[in-house]
């Protein structure tokens, strides 16, 4: 019976933690090729910003890596929910906007934390 008791341990440790999940919502990311905005599932954990097409998939579409990241606000035009994440070994800056102000802040605080 024990080796059954280590089978399903190591299984449910194969999902992910949900103690681990900081913060997670439906954010619009701006393309780095199309520059067109789209609406990604984000799931904030251990120092990973992973993005999903949809809040059920289980493979992430894509990831940003936050160790030593920096999230900012940015004021674009129309658009005043917008904020970035620039990493710090690359050129590449994430523009995402989120439903409102305070959700905004609230993941730019979560994201600095995280990094």
């Known amino acids: 019976s ?6 399903s341990s190591s299984s449910s ?4 933690d949900p103690k681990a999940v900081v913060k997670s919502g439906y954010l619009l990311k701006k393309g ?9 599932w984000f799931v904030l954990e251990n120092q ?3 993005y999903f097409k949809h809040s059920s998939d289980l493979v992430p579409k894509g990831f940003i890596p936050l160790s030593g990241a920096v999230a900012s606000p940015v004021v674009s035009g129309r658009k005043q929910t917008v904020f970035q994440v ?3 070994n690359s050129e590449r800056v994430y ?3 989120a439903p409102d ?3 905004r802040s609230d993941w730019i605080n979560s994201i600095n934390l995280a990094s």
């Open 86 to 88: 620039a990493l710090p």
């Open 32 to 40: 780095a090729l199309r520059k067109n905005w789209t609406n990604r």
């Open 13 to 16: 440790a194969a999902s992910t």
């Open 2 to 7: 024990s080796s059954s008791s280590s089978s």
């Open 95 to 97: 523009f995402i906007e």
């Open 48 to 50: 990973t910003l992973s």
């Open 101 to 103: 102000l305070s959700e």
